[in-house]
């Protein structure tokens, strides 16, 4: 296979998939080799999936290049204690994981997690040199009222409180508006999104000065092969975040290609 480069752009591009409750250790081993091949292919390009914790210390023995991270989906905020069926950043470590995602939607909405919750994980992963995806997004009945960016604005004070700037290589921002994400949800268009990533962009800027640029901004929410390319070509996000469409090799592989494809042909 040949290596190809994203052209355009010093800025690396990220590509991720969130597995949610999906695949035995045996499927995630399989994909882990698929990825080990795609990132030779793909050497600008940082990918990353984020498999159940049970797989996770089944991947410890795979050597993998620097541009494929494994992460969990979750982590509570303490080292350990009292908190039965919870998962802590040193076992996280323990298990080889390169980052974690806090915040996604579905934690949000179904296991209540606040944005202070959200912040006392951020804090705790960074003590254990993880590094961090950090999900906003408002609800549809947020958008209704016009309240997008004061939810985002919350969202990215609160959760963000305290994070040392100089940490700030090891974090990410995933914008998935909630409305958008998952079965039957309804599919954002670059319109929608665009002010959305803008709106953060100025958020992480007059939270951390000029370094706030250089945080990767990656859009989740019903991505797939036929729909990313405008994604890329109309908006400035710094990676996807694929959940369905990325769940097999093939998947992720051809939504992949065309968000590569796209993002040559946008400054080409
Ligand atoms: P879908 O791509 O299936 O909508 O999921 C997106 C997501 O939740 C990524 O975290």
């Known amino acids: 296979m040949m290596s190809c480069t994203p052209s355009h752009s010093s800025r690396p591009f990220y590509f991720g998939s969130n597995f949610k409750m999906h695949k035995t ?3 995630v081993r399989a994909f882990v080799a698929f ?7 793909y ?3 940082q990918l990353f999936i984020l498999p159940p914790f049970t797989t996770l210390g089944g991947l410890v023995d795979i050597p993998r290049p620097a541009n494929v991270w494994i992460g969990a989906q979750d982590m509570h905020w303490a080292d350990s204690g009292a908190y039965t069926g919870a998962i802590s950043a040193p076992m996280l470590r323990d298990v080889g994981a390169d980052l974690v995602m806090v915040g996604h939607a579905e934690r949000r909405v179904l ?5 202070q919750d959200l912040n006392k994980k951020i804090l705790n992963a960074l003590r254990h040199d993880l590094r961090v995806l950090l999900c906003v997004g408002e609800t549809a009945e947020q958008r209704g009222y016009g309240t997008t960016e004061e939810t985002l604005a919350t969202q990215l004070r609160i959760d963000l ?13 995933a914008y998935e508006p909630v409305w958008a994400i998952g079965e039957g949800s309804q599919e954002a268009t670059p319109a ?11 958020r992480l800027v007059a939270l951390f000065g ?3 640029q250089t945080i990767p901004i990656l859009y989740g929410g019903s991505v797939n092969a036929q729909n990313c390319m405008p994604y890329i070509h109309s908006t400035s996000v710094d990676g996807l975040f694929v959940g369905r469409a990325a769940w097999q090799p093939e998947g992720f592989l051809s939504v992949l290609k065309a968000a590569l494809s796209a993002r040559q042909t946008v400054t080409s």
Do not use: N, S, W
């Open 25 to 27: 250790t045996a499927e």
């Open 35 to 41: 990825l080990k091949e795609t990132a030779a292919v």
């Open 43 to 45: 050497p600008g390009v």
């Open 111 to 115: 296991f209540y997690d606040t944005d």
């Open 161 to 173: 409180h305290g994070f040392d700037p100089r940490a700030l290589d090891r974090l990410m921002i």
């Open 192 to 202: 929608e999104i665009e002010p959305a990533v803008q709106f953060i962009r100025g």
């Open 210 to 212: 000029e370094a706030g």
